[in-house]
C-alpha cells in the first residue's frame, strides 16, 4: 500500500509560479513512475506529466511543456512539481498518482494509488 500526500497549493496570480510537493510513504518496490494530474471543475481527469523513479525521467503533455517540471527526491520520496508561468486554464485540483507500470503511464487507471488533491487556482 501506497499512501501520497499533495502539498503546495493555493492562489496565485496569472504569470506566478507554485511548486506542489507528493510526498509517498509506504512505498512499494513496483511503484516504478509518479504522475501528476488535474481536474478542472466539470472537466475529465487530465494528465499533466509523470517522472520515473529510477531513471528520473519525464514526460509532459503539449501543454505545459516549458512552463511545468517535474522532479524527485529518492531519499525522501517525494515528487515535485515546479509550475512557472501559470494561466488561468492551469487552474484545477492538482493530483499525484502511483504507477507499476512500464513505460509512460499516461491515463487514470495505469496509476494504482492517488493523493487527495490540492486546489490550484490562478486569477487573471
Known amino acids: 500500500q501506497v499512501q501520497l500526500v499533495e502539498s503546495g497549493g493555493g492562489l496565485v496570480q496569472a504569470g506566478g509560479s507554485l511548486k506542489l510537493s507528493c510526498a509517498a510513504s509506504?512505498?512499494?518496490?513496483?511503484?516504478?513512475?509518479m504522475g501528476w494530474f488535474r481536474q478542472a471543475l466539470g472537466k475529465e481527469r487530465e494528465f499533466v506529466g509523470n517522472?520515473?523513479?529510477?531513471?528520473?525521467?519525464?514526460f509532459y503533455v503539449d501543454s505545459v511543456k516549458g512552463r511545468f517540471t517535474i522532479s524527485r527526491d529518492n531519499s525522501k520520496n517525494t515528487v515535485y512539481l515546479q509550475m512557472n508561468s501559470l494561466k488561468a486554464d492551469d487552474t484545477a485540483v492538482y493530483y499525484c498518482a502511483a504507477s507499476s507500470w512500464f513505460g509512460v503511464p499516461r491515463r487514470p487507471h495505469e496509476y494504482q494509488y492517488w493523493g487527495q488533491g490540492t486546489q490550484v487556482t490562478v486569477s487573471s
Open positions: 509506504g512505498r512499494s518496490s513496483s511503484n516504478r513512475a
Open positions: 517522472i520515473r523513479w529510477r531513471e528520473g525521467t519525464t
